[in-house]
Every structure is written in C-alpha cells, then in structure tokens.
C-alpha cells in the first residue's frame, strides 16, 4: 500500500515545528487543550453542532465564510482577545475550516508580535490544505489573500468524523485539493482514487482516513522542502490562478473554482504540447467522474481582470502550473498577454 500506517507527520521549517496528529474523541481532545491561557477562534455552525462537546471559557465565534476573512474580521478578533485578556502567553485554537485556520494563523502572527496557535480543521478543505504548511492570511475585497504571513502552527489535530456532518457540496470542494495532489506530485496516488471513486463519493470512513493521510504526506513533503514558496511550492498553485479569479468573481465555492482552475491549466498544458489528446481528455474525465465542475464560466473576461492582479504575479508574468505528466506538474512562467491570448483562443470569451 502506498499509504504509511501511522498518523503523524512532522513539518519543520525554519519558521517552527508543525506536529500533526489524530485523534478519536472531540469532547476528550477539546477538554485535553483547555486551559486558562488558551483561547478559541470557533465556526459558529460548528458550535451549534458540537457545543455540548465545547465546554471552554475564552471563545469568539465566527460566521466561516469568504466574505469575513478579511482585516476587518481580523481587529474585531484581536479587541476582543485584549478585552479577554490574552497576553503573550496565550494560544489560540482554530476549531473550524479554512476560513477560520487562516484567520486565527493571521491572528496569532501578529497579536502581540506572535503567540503559539493551534488547529483543529472541520472540514475536508482544511484538514488536506488549510491547516498544513503555515500560510495565514486574509482576504481583500478583489484579491484573495493579499495578506498574510508564514508561520506554521504548534499542532494540527486531525479527527475525520468531522466529515460525516459536511454538506456533499463542502465535501466535493475539499476533495478537488486532494485531487490535485495526486495530479501534480503522485500517480501512483492517482490511480488509488480513480480504483475508489465510488467508496470515496460514499464517504468510507476508511478510504477517507487514507486519502486524507496521504494528502497530508504529500504536503508536508513539499513544505518541508520549500516553505516560502519559492521554487517546488509553487507546484501546488495548479488550479489556483485561474481558481482563485474564479472564486472571487462568482459564488463557486473554492474546491468548485480550483476545479475549473485545473481544467484551465489541463487545457493550456494541452495547448503548449506538454500533454497529448488522450491525456488531456483522460483528466478532465477524472475531474467530472468525482463531481467537480469543469464548465468555463459567464463573464471570463471579467476574472481575466482578477488574473491580472494575482499575488503570484512577478512584473507582467505568472509562474502558472501545467501539467507535465499525470503525477508531475510544470512551472511555465507565461506573461499576462500571453496567458489572455492563450485563454481566448481556448473558449473564445
């Protein structure tokens, strides 16, 4: 089996050392981390889910949503944890998805110059992305985390249960991260999900444990090799240029827009001839045989506009991820016009 038994992983970097961890009990872990000094940042529809499991004094809860990770949403946290008292001694612990594990990363960044933090991910999204290799940040209003910092949390607590209460849509969005991974760094991993689609549409508790095991190994492997994104990181943008234009223009949620997103990029790596006509169609296959949507959008031209102003952009370029091989990803650094020009001759928009 190409998956290690064991659910741990360490990521050590030079901003700090990341443990991640499973576990069984919500109620034992939430009552294991509580203590005077610690502070919780929680989703409120995971409150209302679990509150009689979240028995914890200092809590601030938050609506999880786009429209909230923002700097706003960042001063209204950081007053209240000074009303509450947090100093430099305090922890804060995310219990929620994405939107809240990059907020309280952020948070804890800065608070008071750096506090230690903590996460438990909810959702399938945070525990194979969000919560792993230390990027924090928000949003601002045309461009998705514009700001934000590096800094890799203390711990990562991760408990798959959580999964049997995510609405199918929020499932499928996660589960695009996870095929990205296998596209862009693991064939054999590839494979293990095109033989378990229908257990993994299913939500089989084991199957799950494994795919989001071994997407944590393949993360944690990059990060550890290049953490400030400045060279092999980059592979895992593959889908997010285009994804992430796509997800600040319309109201598909982040996996729905990184699926579009690779299917851009499946389509230009078919373009450039770095992938043949079966190849090509063998993926966007994959994609719609899990659910994900592959359909360009109305109104391109306005994303086209957001691509422009993509905080991956280096002068009149983007360093865009195509795929090589199923397995191994490309980075092509393509300028704004080129990228334009190639994205009209595709879908005419």
Not at 134 to 163: C, E, H, R, W
Not at 174 to 199: C, H, P, Q, V
Not at 276 to 290: G, R, V
Request: glycine content about 6%; proline content about 1%.
């Amino acid at each position: 089996m190409f998956l290690k038994s064991e659910k741990f992983r360490e990521i050590k970097t030079d901003s700090g050392l990341s443990k991640i961890k499973s576990f069984t009990s919500i109620e034992d872990k939430i009552s294991n981390l509580e203590s005077f000094h610690t502070f919780w940042i929680i989703d409120k529809r995971i409150y209302q889910l679990y509150n009689k499991k979240l028995k914890v004094n200092n809590m601030i809860l938050i609506e999880a949503n786009e429209s909230n990770k923002n700097i706003q949403t960042v001063e209204k946290i950081i007053v209240e944890l000074n009303k509450k008292g947090a100093d430099r001694t305090s922890r804060l612990i995310a219990l929620g998805g994405g939107v809240i594990c990059d907020i309280t990363g952020f948070v804890a960044s800065i608070y008071m110059r750096g506090i230690d933090f903590q996460y438990i991910p909810t959702t399938l999204l945070s525990m194979v992305d969000a919560s792993i290799g230390g990027k924090n940040g928000v949003n601002l209003k045309t461009s998705k985390n514009l700001i934000g910092v590096f800094n890799q949390p203390q711990a990562v607590y991760i408990n798959t249960d959580f999964l049997e209460s995510l609405s199918q849509r929020d499932f499928l969005s996660g589960l695009a991260e996870i095929i990205k991974y296998s596209l862009i760094f693991d064939i054999t991993f590839y494979k293990y999900l095109t033989e378990n689609r229908d257990k993994i549409l299913s939500r089989d508790m084991d199957v799950l444990n494994k795919i989001v095991w071994k997407s944590i190994d393949i993360k944690a492997q990059i990060v550890i090799m290049d953490e400030k994104e400045k060279s092999l990181r980059m592979i895992l943008n593959f889908g997010h240029t285009a994804g992430h234009a796509i997800e600040s223009a319309t109201n598909f949620t982040h996996g729905e827009s990184v699926s579009i997103g690779m299917r851009i990029g499946i389509d230009l790596s078919f373009k450039l001839h770095l992938i043949d006509e079966k190849i090509h169609d063998e993926l966007l296959k994959f994609l719609k045989n899990f659910c994900l949507p592959v359909e360009i959008p109305k109104g391109f031209s306005k994303i086209m506009d957001r691509i422009k102003n993509d905080k991956k952009k280096v002068g009149d370029s983007i360093n865009f991820v195509l795929i090589e091989k199923i397995g191994k990803a490309r980075i092509v650094k393509l300028s704004i016009k080129k990228i334009i020009e190639l994205i009209n001759e595709l879908y005419n928009y």
